[in-house]
């Protein structure tokens, strides 16, 4: 037994199964940029950071600085009672960065699930009515109204309902279900005559209170909604006075090469949460949204004790400076570049290499089998390999590699983590993959 497994055998104690998605035996030490250093002392190049939460890289100086310093002024005092400066320049800061040119309110949290339970709260309260609108695929979090939004393991409703009511799940335009010959513009229109399917029968659309989408979805695959369907959405909800919310909890902040998702549809939401990467993944979180939505409810409808915490918000005014010094939603388009070359000419060399999507530093590949269906055996047993060789790598929907670097990983880390996949399919082309013993199930 290695440190790692000493100490996972100590915790399994103690841990719940419900705490943690199986991969392998690593505990981490420490990390640096886009490196992570285990317990035992290996090195390993993070394709996953964090899930997302670590865009600015691990232990950036200037956000550990930040912390360092406000924890030695003020740890906390809740902003529900009392503001601390910190925190209050924050949300003018974060108000300003958001898409659309219209006052806007912030409410801050602490995990992304309850600014998502925020979207859901606002909404009902702005517009008076009840249902929401989201979308297969989805995944928005593991609170009671975020895991109702939520659609991508039936671990997350299994046993625990029932589940907040009012919920609508519409069918995400994934490219996935594009039949085969079908045009982009014969699948949009399929995929919006579905989503039309429910006002026309049991669904009155004046009752309706929000719709929330991720522009591209994050643990659904890393697949972008059509431009053309999200523009039919949002004319919608303008349509039918709906309250349009996006979350950018994953690819918020310079992950898909542009500081948020929507700005790929250039739609500014009425709504917008964010977390993971905000404070560099220090646990906080924000409903960022049009001033009249945001004041439709009173206090004490939206606050936490420990949300708005002032080291957090140091760590977020430090991450927006270093995203902005370090150009990194530009690093996040051009690396990103790199790496879809990359994986467009593995595409090229492996069979079992399906479709590709990247934008930025934010990617999706699919491991498929010879009759292009999804190959979770395989994506297993890359993964296994990956690990191995000292890439942290996982899965989505069990055959999609989830590629997500922290945008600080540097030229020379990215092109040797990529050769290292390169490694992989090639062993795996070579069936000279075995998995450990415990390992042939991982992801959930
Ligand atoms: C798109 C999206 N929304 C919400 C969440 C939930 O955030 P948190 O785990 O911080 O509650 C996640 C987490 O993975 C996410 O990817």
């Given at each position: 037994?290695?440190?790692?497994q000493?100490i996972l055998?100590v915790?399994?104690e103690?841990?719940?199964?419900?705490?943690r998605i199986?991969?392998?035996d690593m505990?981490?030490?420490?990390?640096?940029?886009?490196?992570?250093?285990d317990?035992d002392?290996?090195?390993y190049?993070?394709?996953l950071a964090s899930?997302s939460?670590?865009?600015?890289g691990?232990c950036?100086p200037?956000?550990v600085?930040?912390?360092q310093k406000?924890?030695t002024?003020?740890?906390?005092y809740?902003?529900?009672?009392?503001?601390n400066?910190?925190?209050?320049?924050?949300?003018?800061?974060?108000?300003?960065?958001a898409?659309g040119?219209?006052?806007k309110?912030v409410?801050?949290g602490?995990?992304?699930?309850?600014?998502?339970?925020?979207?859901i709260?606002f909404?009902?309260?702005?517009t008076?009515?009840?249902y929401?609108i989201?979308?297969?695929?989805a995944?928005h979090?593991?609170?009671?109204?975020?895991?109702?939004?939520?659609n991508?393991?039936?671990?997350?409703?299994r046993?625990i309902?029932?589940?907040?009511?009012n919920?609508?799940?519409m069918?995400?335009?994934?490219?996935?279900?594009?039949?085969p010959?079908?045009?982009q513009?014969?699948?949009?229109?399929r995929m919006?005559?579905a989503f039309m399917?429910?006002?026309?029968?049991?669904?009155?659309v004046e009752?309706v209170?929000?719709v929330?989408?991720?522009?591209?979805?994050?643990d659904?695959g890393?697949?972008a909604c059509?431009?053309?369907?999200?523009?039919?959405?949002?004319?919608?909800t303008?349509t039918?006075?709906?309250v349009?919310?996006?979350?950018e909890?994953?690819?918020?902040?310079?992950?898909?090469?542009?500081?948020?998702?929507?700005d790929?549809?250039?739609?500014?939401?009425?709504?917008m949460?964010?977390?993971k990467?905000?404070?560099s993944?220090?646990?906080?979180?924000?409903?960022?949204?049009r001033?009249?939505?945001?004041e439709?409810?009173?206090?004490?409808?939206?606050v936490?004790?420990t949300?708005?915490?002032?080291v957090?918000?140091?760590?977020?005014?430090?991450t927006?400076?270093?995203?902005e010094?370090?150009?990194l939603?530009?690093r996040s388009e051009?690396l990103?570049k790199?790496?879809?070359?990359f994986?467009?000419?593995?595409?090229?060399?492996?069979?079992f290499?399906?479709?590709?999507r990247m934008?930025?530093?934010?990617?999706?590949i699919?491991i498929?089998?010879?009759d292009k269906?999804p190959?979770?055996?395989?994506?297993?047993?890359?993964i296994?390999?990956l690990?191995?060789?000292?890439v942290i790598?996982?899965?989505l929907?069990?055959?999609?590699?989830?590629?997500?670097?922290?945008?600080?990983?540097?030229d020379?880390q990215?092109?040797?983590?990529?050769?290292?996949?390169?490694q992989?399919?090639?062993?795996y082309?070579?069936?000279?993959?075995?998995?450990?013993?415990?390992?042939q199930?991982?992801?959930w």
């Open positions: 037994m290695n440190k790692s000493e055998a915790e399994s103690s841990l719940p199964s419900s705490s199986k991969y392998f505990v981490i030490d420490h990390g640096k940029g886009a490196l992570l250093y317990v002392g290996r090195e190049i993070d394709f899930a939460s670590a865009n600015t691990h950036h200037k956000v600085a930040a912390i406000q924890a002024q003020l740890i906390h809740t902003p529900a009672y009392y503001a400066p910190v925190n209050s320049s924050l949300l003018t800061r974060l108000a300003a960065l898409p040119d219209f006052p309110k409410a801050v602490i995990s992304g699930s309850d600014a998502n339970d925020a979207m709260k909404s009902r309260g702005y008076g009515r009840s929401i989201c979308f297969t695929g995944y979090g593991s609170t009671y109204g975020s895991i109702t939004l939520s991508v393991s039936l671990n997350m409703s046993k309902g029932p589940l907040l009511p919920v609508v799940k069918p995400f335009p994934d490219s996935h279900k594009m039949l010959n079908e045009s513009e014969d699948f949009v229109a919006w005559q399917e429910p006002f026309e029968t049991w669904l009155p009752e209170a929000g929330i989408i991720e522009g591209i979805q994050g659904g890393i697949i059509p431009k053309a369907y999200m523009e039919k959405l949002y004319a919608f303008r039918h006075g709906i349009f919310a996006v979350d909890i994953n690819q918020g902040f310079g992950r898909s090469g542009k500081m948020w998702a929507i790929h549809f250039d739609i500014a939401p009425d709504l949460s964010i977390g990467s905000v404070a993944g220090m646990p906080f979180s924000a409903l960022i949204g001033t009249e939505i945001m439709s409810l009173d206090a004490p409808a939206h936490f004790t949300a708005g915490n002032p957090c918000a140091a760590a977020a005014h430090a927006l400076d270093v995203i010094e370090e150009k939603v530009e051009r990103g790199i790496a879809a070359r994986f467009e000419r593995m595409q090229k060399t492996y069979d290499v399906g479709d590709v934008y930025g530093l934010d990617g999706g699919d498929v089998s010879a269906t190959d979770v055996a395989a994506t297993t047993k890359i296994a390999e690990f191995k060789l000292g790598m996982i899965s929907r069990g055959n999609i590699l989830r590629f997500q670097p922290p945008l600080v990983i540097t020379e990215l092109n040797t983590g990529l050769s290292k996949v390169e992989a399919f090639e062993a082309q070579n069936n000279e993959i075995t998995l450990p013993k415990d390992h199930k991982i992801g």
